[in-house]
T-cell receptor, first 112, second 113 residues
Framework: EAQVTQNPRYLITVTGKKLTVTCSQN?????MSWYRQDPGLGLRQIYY???????DKGDVPEGYKVSRKEKRNFPLILESPSPNQTSLYFC???????????FGPGTRLLVL | AQTVTQSQPEMSVQEAETVTLSCTYD???????LFWYKQPPSRQMILVIR??????QNATENRFSVNFQKAAKSFSLKISDSQLGDAAMYFC??????????FGAGTRLTVKP
């Protein structure tokens, strides 16, 4: 089944404790992206990648890192999480030239 | 920068009735894509319908249809014969040239039995 997977789905952590949210897709998509969803703001892009080893900042990149070492994986790293990073996070992917993005199930993060 | 505005934070509809969700956007581009996504309580983002800006014909998917007014930069979603399962948050989104997708703030739809 074609899908985007994210792990973990739920995470509670404390300020300053490094964490990684994994994202993987099995559709051979070049484009991958991370969004955060906050009430009243919709989804906002954090980082995106057009292909392996090619990443760029979105609208809200502060406090986040990403890497794209393999085509299928695009992990989101929070080196020192803070409470304002409490949010619902989505990974998405698409083929280059195809405008429809496919979303993972979301990861709900709470930073205490 | 492109922006997407959904002016209705909440809407409600009676089961079997029709409801229209509004969306406007701002862009200087002529060739782009517009989307409506549904987010049920499970939080999954589900594509409802998409529209290519170069197509004049409005997209339709079963009970879901859009009214795309390119000159007015308006992209509304009409849900006919509303069902209880249509209750969700609906997001309007814009995408141009493989760049990031811009989302509106969302409209929460309630369906009354």
């Amino acid at each position: 089944e074609a899908q985007v997977t994210q792990n973990p789905r739920y995470l509670i952590t404390v300020t300053g404790k490094k964490l990684t949210v994994t994202c993987s897709q099995n559709m051979n998509h070049e484009y991958m992206s991370w969004y955060r969803q906050d009430p009243g703001l919709g989804l906002r892009q954090i980082y995106y990648s057009m292909n392996v080893e090619v990443t760029d900042k979105g609208d809200v990149p502060e406090g986040y890192k990403v890497s794209r070492k393999e085509k299928r994986n695009f992990p989101l790293i929070l080196e020192s999480p803070s409470p304002n990073q409490t949010s619902l996070y989505f990974c998405a992917s698409s083929l280059l030239g195809e405008e429809t993005q496919y979303f993972g199930p979301g990861t709900r993060l709470l930073v205490l | 920068a492109q922006t997407v505005t959904q002016s209705q934070p909440e809407m409600s509809v009676q089961e079997a009735e029709t409801v229209t969700l509004s969306c406007t956007y701002d862009t200087s581009e002529s060739d782009y894509y517009l989307f409506w996504y549904k987010q049920p309580p499970s939080r999954q983002m589900i594509l409802v319908i998409r529209q290519e800006a170069y197509k004049q014909q409005n997209a339709t998917e079963n009970r879901f249809s859009v009214n795309f007014q390119k000159a007015a930069k308006s992209f509304s979603l009409k849900i006919s014969d509303s069902q209880l399962g249509d209750a969700a948050m609906y997001f309007c989104a814009y995408r141009y040239n493989n760049n990031d997708m811009r989302f509106g703030a969302g409209t929460r739809l309630t369906v009354k039995p």
